[in-house]
């Protein structure tokens, strides 16, 4: 009998397909808004927001993972007319991952996929006047990032995304027009294999 070859990665190098991976990162979230109708006459925009994020992926080939990526973050919303109050954003992200160097310590990847965003807990106004946020939204997303291993199960993680996403607002039920974020995400952090 031959015995079967293997051509996965050996323990503690790499990683291999049937690895579940989890990462914690501090992500900086920076909007490239932009608005039309109202919104862009009164020049809305979205601030910056620092959060913690949590992502899994399964690793369904040696080089092909998919991820799930969770998160929410609140943003304050500022315009010449002043400040117009506060929304939180969830926007689950789901990418399929092109891993290089799966058998190596040092693994860059790419990543594209669907992400999903729900506008909720919004106490927007202008002077007296609620405005109200209605609508989620699906958008591409598109990823770039590294693991670095550091011990057999755990590795640091940089990673880069661009996500697009926009909303449609109202004032006293008319419509004001849509706010697109589409915001870059710079994270860092810490992952572990299993």
């Known amino acids: 009998m031959i015995p079967s ?3 996965a990665a050996s323990p503690g190098e790499g990683i291999a397909a049937g690895d579940f991976l989890a990462r914690l990162r501090a992500i900086e979230i920076a909007p490239a808004d932009r608005g039309s109708g109202t919104l862009s006459a009164i020049q809305a925009g979205v601030n910056n927001a620092v959060v913690p994020e949590l992502d899994f992926t399964y690793m369904i080939r040696d080089y092909l993972g998919v991820e799930l990526i969770l998160g929410t973050s609140r943003h304050q919303v500022n315009s010449n007319l002043g400040h117009l109050g506060g929304v939180n954003v969830l926007p689950p992200t789901l990418l ?4 290089f160097n799966h058998a190596g310590k040092v693994r860059p990847y790419i990543g594209a996929g669907l992400n999903y965003t729900y506008f909720y807990n919004d106490g927007l106004h202008v002077g007296n006047d609620g405005v109200a946020v ?3 939204s699906f958008g591409p997303a598109l990823q770039f990032g590294v693991d670095v291993q550091v011990t ?3 590795f640091v993680n940089v990673d880069l995304k661009k996500i697009w996403m926009h909303t449609d607002a109202t004032l006293n039920g008319q ?4 706010l697109h974020l589409d915001p870059i995400i710079v994270g860092l952090g810490v992952g572990m294999k299993f």
């Open 5 to 7: 070859v293997s051509h």
């Open 134 to 136: 209605h609508k989620s």
């Open 175 to 178: 419509p004001i027009g849509r």
């Open 152 to 154: 057999k199960r755990f």
């Open 96 to 99: 399929l991952q092109y891993h």
